[in-house]
Antibody, heavy 120, light 108 residues
Framework: QVQLVQSGAEMKKPGASVKISCKAS????????LHWVRQAPGQGLEWMGI????????NYAQKFQGRVTMTRDTSTSTVYMELRSLRYEDTAVYYC?????????????WGQGTLVTVSS | EIVLTQSPGTLSLSPGERATLSCRAS???????LAWYQQKPGQAPRLLIY???SRATGIPDRFSGSGSGTDFTLTISRLEPEDSAVYHC?????????FGQGTKVEIK
């Protein structure tokens, strides 16, 4: 079965960077794009961007352009999301997610989430 | 970017009652690109409805979706205690995905 397993919680200071991993299993890694979605405490879901696991291309939400980078390691079927210049408002749970079928636009599979806390 | 506005913010109903949740888009959304999710505390979202009105695998038939254009609705026909959660709508358009801010459903 499809599984997306994320790295553990992180605590960072303002201005630092964080890099979260999402290890995929149960399917052919390069057949699907992976998305990153975050959720600040008590807030709604916020789409951050999409990563093409096959070609390595990306499309980031405008809000995060210049601060986010998504990369992959095909040898371990892992996608990474790095967010730089962290601010207090970046405190959130970060999820990776995958659509059900290529070409579909809804998220069937989710990682367990990674809590990033930005605190001085 | 299409903005999704969900209402009400919180819905407090008794078991057996009907819940009607609204998701309004700032521009027209292609129906096959509108989805609804259920999220319980400490959990990742769970897909309920896709293509505006199709139930995902394993979702009880008391959940239904409808709508088109800029107005979409999630209906829970007979609330069960386990339906207490936050419900999110989501759309895709112009290579961007956006979510509404969520509606919290409380069971009295």
């Amino acid at each position: 079965q499809v599984q997306l397993v994320q790295s553990g919680a992180e605590m960072k200071k303002p201005g630092a960077s964080v890099k979260i991993s999402c290890k995929a299993s149960g399917y052919t890694f390069t057949d699907y794009h992976l998305h990153w979605v975050r959720q600040a405490p008590g807030q709604g879901l916020e789409w951050m961007g999409i990563f093409n696991a096959s070609g390595g291309g990306t499309n980031y939400a405008q809000k995060f352009q210049g601060r986010v980078t998504m990369t992959r390691d095909t040898s371990t079927s892992t996608v990474y999301m790095e967010l730089r210049s962290l601010r207090y408002e970046d405190t959130a749970v970060y999820y990776c997610a995958r659509v059900a079928v290529p070409g579909m636009a809804y998220f069937q599979h989710w990682g367990q989430g990674t809590l990033v806390t930005v605190s001085s | 970017e299409i903005v999704l506005t969900q209402s009400p913010g919180t819905l407090s109903l008794s078991p057996g009652e009907r819940a009607t949740l609204s998701c309004r888009a700032s521009q027209s959304v292609v129906s096959r690109y509108l989805a609804w999710y259920q999220q319980k505390p400490g959990q990742a979202p769970r897909l309920l409805i896709y293509d505006a009105s199709s139930r995902a695998t394993g979702i009880p038939d008391r959940f239904s979706g409808s709508g088109s254009g800029t107005d979409f609705t999630l209906t829970i026909s007979r609330l069960e205690p386990e339906d207490s959660a936050v419900y999110h709508c989501q759309q895709y358009g112009s290579s961007l995905w956006t979510f509404g801010q969520g509606t919290k459903v409380e069971i009295k």
